[in-house]
């Protein structure tokens, strides 16, 4: 869900009329052919199995690509279901306890199913929030075990690195009488050869306001005491395997909770949404948030990427994630706004500051999990939560060193675009689109794109001719103008009609 890039642009040698174009969004274009008429007039079902039913959604829904395609009928089915007041809570709890983590469609699938449903009495909403974020110390227990045994993890690697290290210092000294032979092949970084619109000297600033929050930052130490009383930093220890187990189920519960309270404060913004937070719905998002800062001192030294990250704690960043997504949500109102603002200030004897910045540096990450995060909540300090003392992050980017980026005069309403121009990512139901700032009228060109999610996406090419209709689910490649290339659904797009082609589906670090 969402999506981010870094753009790469070098010439060839034939002559083509195109606009270059990255075009990103974080939901299918189906979404926008679904009526709410449609759904007065489906049959009436006796008998159901909404878990089968929310099953083959997710199995259907990738397969919808034409935006005047009918939505799955399963789909229909759980939206009429939803609708009857009575079962209401009951779909609820169904999509919470049922779509996958790892499924890249299941919180859009949660978002269409909730856009399409009848708005819920606040009777109904109190017993959601009830049901969902109940247990929410016990709850937070289990993630925090999770990132126990990560940081176990990266200190055996770490420890068998150096043991490493010492074996080959000592076989490699002139009186050991033996010669170790290293591959080259091992230091070799396959990225480096990678290129890039700039050789990064738009990093001097930041690496000066990094060094500048060193200090506050250091004060993470005691922040999970500080916002929680009887907060323990002890791992628990689960030996029973059902406990584990129920361990693992556990983590979509988390993430699927996220999602269905964020589109619920999108859809209820005003008084309704501002309630939501006087419940315990507040302590399990912000507990959440600040999920990021258990264990920092043991993890800030280590900048894994993805494959060295273990599939659970892979999950438990996504859940840090989704409350970021869904603070943004809450965020609509100035009541709800100040609530969390506060919720979020961090005060201890020498500093204050918001948890947010503690993410910001994750936005350079090596993993695409915690570059996200770092993204959002760069996102979140420079548009929502706006600090006195804290600089813009734009304005400490240096974009002299920058020869093309998005641009964000030429782009749909809802789309997020990084501080210096080149990641841009969509959290919205709607298909979001941009051009970028450097047009060509002649030669072959071609750009490279770092996809960060897995999501859906149309990337390709587009003259200024080609219209972005966000909310009727038109973007790139939807019109004689334009062509792209989806690489989630495998699929080429040209005049809002679609070619399968057979390349395998993108993940999370791909270079397109």
């Known amino acids: 869900m969402g999506n981010c890039s870094t753009c790469v642009q070098e010439q060839q040698q034939r002559s083509q009329n195109r606009t270059s174009l990255t075009s990103a969004s974080s939901f299918d274009n189906i979404s926008h052919s679904y009526h709410r008429n449609r759904f007065t007039h489906i049959r009436r079902f006796s008998s159901y199995n909404l878990n089968s039913l929310i099953d083959e959604t997710l199995l259907i829904v990738r397969t919808v690509a034409d935006a005047d395609q009918e939505p799955p009928h399963a789909m229909l089915i759980v939206s009429r279901i939803a609708n009857h007041e009575d079962r209401w809570l009951e779909v609820m709890v169904a999509l919470i306890e049922r779509i996958p983590i790892n499924d890249p469609l299941g919180a859009t699938v949660i978002a269409l199913l909730l856009d399409e449903c009848s708005l819920p009495s606040k009777e109904l909403l109190q017993q959601l929030i009830k049901r969902a974020c109940s247990n929410n110390r016990s709850r937070m227990k289990l993630l925090e075990t999770i990132i126990d045994e990560h940081i176990k993890q990266i200190t055996i690697q770490q420890d068998s690195k150096q043991s490493e290290s010492f074996t080959v210092n000592l076989s490699n000294e002139p ?268 030669g072959a060109w071609y750009y490279e794109v770092l996809v960060i999610t897995d999501g859906v996406m149309q990337i390709g090419w587009a003259t200024k001719k080609s219209k972005f209709m966000n909310h009727e689910g038109y973007g790139i490649g939807d019109d004689q103008y334009s062509i792209a290339y989806d690489g989630c659904r495998n699929l080429i797009w040209f005049g809002a009609k679609s070619i399968p082609h057979s390349n395998p589906s993108w993940k999370s670090g791909d270079i397109v």
């Open 175 to 442: 009186d050991s009488g033996q010669v170790t032979k290293i591959s080259s092949d091992e230091n070799i970084d396959i990225h480096e050869t990678t290129p890039v619109i700039n050789n990064h000297p738009s990093e001097v600033d930041d690496e000066q306001s990094l060094q500048e929050k060193i200090p506050k930052i250091s004060s993470f130490t005691s922040l999970r005491s500080s916002k929680r009383s009887g907060s323990s930093l002890k791992a628990i220890k689960i030996s029973d395997t059902s406990n584990q187990r129920r361990n693992d189920d556990n983590l979509h519960y988390e993430r699927n909770t996220l999602v269905v309270l964020g589109c619920l404060a999108e859809k209820l913004v005003g008084p309704t949404s501002a309630s939501m937070l006087d419940t315990i719905a507040l302590s399990f998002l912000i507990d959440r948030v600040y999920l990021g800062t258990y264990g920092y001192e043991q993890l800030k030294s280590s900048d894994s990427d993805d494959c060295n990250i273990s599939s659970k704690y892979s999950c438990v960043l996504k859940i840090i994630l989704f409350a970021l997504m869904a603070l943004e949500k809450f965020s609509h109102t100035s009541e709800s706004k100040h609530i969390l603002l506060e919720a979020l200030t961090v005060n201890d004897q020498q500093t204050k500051m918001n948890v947010l910045e503690y993410y910001e540096p994750w936005a350079k990450s090596n993993s695409c999990l915690q570059r996200q995060i770092g993204f959002y909540a760069q996102w979140l300090l420079d548009n929502v939560f706006i600090l006195d003392y804290r600089r813009p992050s734009y304005e400490a980017v240096d974009h002299h060193y920058i020869n093309v980026m998005l641009n964000d005069k030429d782009v749909s309403e809802y789309l997020k675009i990084g501080p210096d121009g080149l990641e841009a990512r969509s959290d919205t139901v709607s298909f979001e689109s941009v051009r970028c700032t450097f047009n060509v009228n002649s």
